[in-house]
């Protein structure tokens, strides 16, 4: 939280100055304030700029004065969307090719789930698999070990993500099999970090965390039939 706080702080002072802020001066604001990574995009409000930071997405001003921290909701649908993780999409997509999938024959939605193979919510999930792709789920994993990065746990995960069989060693991991953890090299396909790092931005702070294809966060267990129900799923 005060990390939060401080960010606000320090986005609030170097901002204020900026008048009609584009998207260069943005940058070298956020350069002057440690933000070297934010990336500045449209929003779909008028008059606010999305700013991606590690943190997450947060909403600026055009003209610098005004900072906005927190989800961003369209309620104009049946149900609410996040924008702010909608904005990440692009990103969780660009990692597919370094989940762990459990495809529906018959697919009908797609769920990409934070996990940890230390947490037990995460075990009851991955025990019923079978129940989520018979529904016409698609289960895709990230890593996040919730002990954080250089934790025992991250690099069990990290020998996971990068061995020849994925699914065979995660499913092993998730009955309580034991992991040799391997050092991560030049030479690893796969750097969990990153996933762990998107979950950050995400709002992930403890898991499952499930993202739905629009972007929303659903935190903790949901059972399939639950699931199918939130996803419109005729069960």
Not at 54 to 72: A, F, M, R
Not at 155 to 183: C, F, H, Y
Request: with cysteine; glycine share 8%.
């Amino acid at each position: 939280m005060k990390k939060s706080v401080m960010m606000l702080a320090l986005l609030a002072s170097g901002l204020s100055n900026i008048a009609h802020a584009d998207e260069a001066a943005m940058k070298a604001t956020f350069s002057k304030i440690g933000l070297e990574n934010a990336e500045v995009s449209a929003s779909p409000v008028k008059g606010l700029k999305a700013v991606t930071t590690p943190q997450g997405v947060i909403y600026v001003s055009e003209d610098g004065k005004y900072v906005l921290q927190g989800p961003l909701y369209d309620v104009s649908g049946e149900r609410p969307v996040n924008l702010s993780n909608q904005a990440l999409i692009t990103k969780l997509n660009a990692l597919q090719n370094e989940m762990i999938v459990y495809k529906a024959a018959k697919e009908q939605r797609v769920i990409t789930v934070f996990t940890d193979i230390t947490c037990g919510y995460c075990h009851r999930l991955h025990q019923q698999l079978k129940g989520y792709n018979d529904l016409g789920i698609t289960v895709r994993y990230l890593a996040f070990p919730r002990a954080g990065l250089d934790s025992p746990t991250e690099k069990q995960m990290q020998s996971i993500w990068n061995t020849g069989n994925r699914n065979k060693a995660l499913d092993e991991a998730m009955r309580g099999e034991e992991v040799s953890p391997i050092a991560k090299t030049a030479d690893s396909k796969v750097d969990i970090s990153k996933h762990f790092e998107l979950g950050q931005q995400l709002g992930v702070t403890g898991t499952p965390a499930v993202i739905l294809e629009d972007g929303t966060l659903v935190p903790g267990y949901q059972p399939p039939a639950a699931m199918a129900a939130m996803l419109g799923i005729k069960a």
